[in-house]
């Protein structure tokens, strides 16, 4: 340690500190004025150039996760679709059996078999269109209301007695929506007016 001291000591004796104004600090190859100000602007141009690049993936980002998301919620929503299509064909053939039940067990008829089936069934349909409507499954009931290719498919043509021509007078097959969407179509009948 004493040469390191005495090395110190030296070169303050003998004014080797440099000062500011010397002009040893200056670099070998000094840049113009022109050239630094030239360099800062590309700088500040690149940084421009990164900085809208940041905010167009910032931004681009943001949209792949907000589709990403609705695509989630959609087929959280929308996954029981094609079960729902076939729960439907069931419910067609249960409230047909529970229509041809209700024919079947007239007061006339004194079979009481026949009127429990048709309690059973009758309460296993209104069960049935209750778990429908718990999962967002809504039979649609167009009878009376305007057609709409959306919703409804037309099987006939009917004379508008009494109704309005393009009204639907008729269903042949009861359409279903899911959540709003139409998973099957209405088959309807529509009002014409009739050609005499």
Not at 20 to 31: A, F, G, I, N, S
Not at 112 to 137: C, D, M, N, R
Not at 143 to 160: L, N, S, W
Not at 163 to 184: C, E
């Amino acid at each position: 340690s004493p040469c390191v001291f005495s090395t110190a000591a030296q070169q303050r004796s003998t004014g080797d500190e440099c000062g500011p104004e010397d002009p040893r600090d200056e670099p070998k190859h000094p840049l113009s004025d022109c050239a630094l100000e030239h360099k800062a602007i590309k700088l500040e141009e690149q940084v421009r150039d990164l900085t809208e690049r940041y905010r167009k993936a910032l931004a681009d980002s943001e949209n792949v996760r907000r589709r990403t998301q609705k695509f989630v919620e959609d087929a959280k929503l929308f996954g029981i679709q094609s079960f729902c299509r076939d729960l439907v064909e069931v419910a067609d053939i249960l409230e047909k059996t529970a229509e041809s039940a209700a024919e079947e067990a007239e007061p006339s008829n004194p079979n009481p078999t026949l009127k429990k089936i048709y309690e059973g069934l009758s309460l296993l349909e209104a069960k049935l269109q209750s778990v429908f409507a718990k999962h967002g499954l809504q039979k649609m009931n167009p009878v009376g209301g305007k057609y709409d290719p959306y919703d409804h498919e037309i099987v006939c043509h009917v004379p508008a007695e009494g109704m309005q021509p393009g009204t639907i007078a008729l269903v042949t097959q009861d359409g279903y929506k899911l959540h709003g969407r139409t998973i099957r179509h209405a088959l309807v009948g529509v009002a014409v007016e009739s050609q005499e």
